[in-house]
Structures are given as structure tokens and as C-alpha cells.
């Protein structure tokens, strides 16, 4: 849940296209059946795709069923790089810890690194800009991107630029294709066609002022908004909203680490159901936490774990979700 600053000097799209594709050798075809179709129809609109990795990071436990991050093996500049799929920041980052790796040089700003948890910290982000981002053969070419301290891995990819490249994610599989022209209204008709015919509940995203990817949701019928953030491992909303539903909510060990080392200790609470959009999931387990501030939307996440369980598909290019129950 990294809150990061709009760039300011943003990536804007070129008129087509928005990046170059290579005539290398195609990714393979190791498709599972389930995933068949999508993979089929993307194939047939020009879509490439890339393989994403499942992957604990850090101290994380790795229990066998527990989510996992999302990763994605790129070029930085012509070298090899490994970063985070997170579709809750929207702008691109890289570790500071790897700028050497990647021949950077950062350039400082007055953006102090802040937390919805909270509390501030004496860390600002900085600024740079890459020669080139490679995804498969897809080629994003002078890519402004911010920095900042990210642990583990040696950035992230934010949901501007999967946006930017038509991005289709599939949480599950997982993949991720992209669209060097760029999204197009078209396909993701063709694209919610498809997968409304197979059972999936499409749930329209909307772009909050911040760039994040928001939906409307609601528990036990208390309305609200949450951000879609592939790069949270829980899904959490603010304790206040568990309390006006009347959910009952127990203490835990879990603590949620935010931006500049910023934490809250997690509650969990067992709701009768939550609605993502039209979609409705019966009896989950919610995590909550206790804000200082009466409501922070950016802090309120739909996380990896209850998207890949409810095998989320992500049209980024074409704002729309789609779920469909196990």
C-alpha cells in the first residue's frame, strides 16, 4: 500500500504506439484450460503476454494456501530486474537500493513519503527516468518513474503505465498481456462478452483523483469504496465501518505496514457479506484497522488473496474488473 506522488514529469502516451514490440520468439503456450479462451481471444486482438510469478517476500510465512505478491521478471535498462505487479500505486517505481544496478541517478523532491496509517516519516521520494522498461517484447521507452525505499524486490509496476499499455491481468494464472497500441474500447467488449458468457460478474473501476483504481463495495449493506491493490496481501478496510455494520471484530498479531515504516495492528472480523460492485461473497473473513483520521479511501484495499480467490480479472486498459466465485 506504497502512497506515492503523481510525477512531475508524468508519462504521457505517445500517439501510437504507446511502446515497441520486438519479432522475437513468442511466450509459450503452457496455458491452463480454464484460461484457454482468454488467452485465445487476447492472442487474436494483438495482445503479448508476460508469465507472473507467486512469491512470498520478506519474512512472509509461506503456508501453502497463504497469497502471495505478484511478480514480474523485466529489462531495466537492459538488465535483468524483478518487480512488483501493484495495481494500487498508479506511478511506476524503483527501489533506491538498486539505482546503481540500473546506471539511475535520482533526483530529489520535496515529496515526503506518507502513509494512510498515519504517521509521516523523514523519507521524500525522488525522481528518474528510464531509458527503457522491457516486458516480454513489450519496449516502454523513456519511462519517468519515482523513488523510493522498496524493500525486496527492485520496484514496482503502477497501474498508469498497465493502463497506459491496455493491460489485461489475470490474478489467477497468472499473466499479464498487454496492448502495445494501447487499450482499445473495442476489445474490452469483445473481453466482457467473453467472460460475462462464462460466468464472471463484470464491476465497472473508476480512477480516484489520485489515480488509483477504486470500486464501489459494501459490508453486511454498509456501502463504501475500496482501492483494487494487487500489491496488499489483506483485503482492509477502517475500523469504523466494521463498527457500523455491526461486525464483531477481534484483535490480532498482524500488524499492517504502510509507507516510511508506518503500522497499525490488524483486527479481523467475520462478515455475513461483501459486495464488490454487483459481485457478492458470502461469509468472509475482513481485516480492519483503527485510522487516525475518520476516512482514508486509500487505505481501504481489496487485496491479492480475494482476488486470486475469486479469480479476478483485471481490464486496467478498459477499467473493469471481473470476478467469478470458485
Known amino acids: 500500500m506504497t502512497q506515492v506522488p503523481k510525477q512531475a514529469e508524468p508519462a504521457s502516451p505517445s500517439p501510437a504506439p504507446v511502446a515497441t514490440v520486438s519479432e522475437t520468439k513468442s511466450s ?28 512470498n517476500l520478506g519474512n512472509q510465512t509461506a503456508h501453502k494456501n497463504a497469497p502471495k505478491h505478484l511478480i514480474v521478471d523485466v529489462e531495466v535498462n537492459r538488465v535483468s530486474a524483478s518487480l512488483m505487479v501493484d495495481t494500487g500505486t498508479p506511478t511506476t517505481s524503483i527501489a533506491r537500493n538498486s539505482l546503481k544496478k540500473f546506471g539511475l541517478v535520482e533526483q530529489k523532491t520535496s515529496y515526503r513519503v506518507i502513509s494512510p496509517l498515519g504517521s509521516g516519516s523523514n523519507e521524500f521520494y525522488g525522481i528518474s527516468k528510464l531509458n527503457t522498461l522491457a516486458m516480454g517484447n513489450c519496449v516502454i521507452q523513456d519511462l519517468p518513474v519515482v523513488i523510493g525505499a522498496i524493500p525486496y524486490v527492485d520496484g514496482v509496476v503502477g497501474s498508469d503505465d498497465m493502463q497506459r499499455i491496455g493491460a489485461v491481468l489475470d490474478c489467477t494464472e497468472p499473466a499479464l498481456y498487454f496492448a502495445p497500441r494501447g487499450p482499445s474500447s473495442d476489445t474490452s467488449s469483445k473481453l466482457a ?75 479481523i472480523g467475520h462478515v455475513k457479506q461483501f459486495a464488490i460492485g454487483d459481485f457478492k461473497i458470502r461469509d468472509a473473513d475482513i481485516s480492519f484497522v483503527q485510522l487516525k483520521k475518520a476516512a482514508h479511501p486509500s487505505a ?22 471481473y470476478l467469478r466465485r470458485p
Open 28 to 55: 509459450p503456450r503452457n496455458r491452463s484450460a480454464d484460461n484457454s479462451t482468454l488467452d485465445s481471444l487476447l492472442k487474436q486482438e494483438g495482445f503479448g503476454v508476460v508469465k507472473l510469478k507467486q512469491q
Open 300 to 321: 481501504y484495499l481489496l487485496g491479492i488473496g480475494e482476488l486470486v480467490s475469486n479469480a479476478a480479472i483485471i481490464d486496467v486498459g478498459g477499467l473493469s474488473m
Open 193 to 267: 462478452a467473453m467472460l460475462q458468457s462464462n460466468g464472471f460478474t463484470r464491476v465497472p473501476l473508476r480512477l480516484t483523483l489520485d489515480h488509483r483504481l477504486e470500486v464501489a463495495c459494501s459490508i453486511d449493506g454498509v456501502p463504501a469504496t475500496i482501492i483494487v491493490d494487487t500489491g496488499s496481501l489483506a483485503t482492509c478496510l477502517e475500523k469504523s465501518i466494521g463498527i457500523k455494520a455491526g461486525i464483531i471484530m477481534k484483535r490480532t498479531r498482524t500488524v499492517l505496514i504502510g509507507s516510511g515504516g508506518a503500522s497499525k495492528r490488524v483486527s
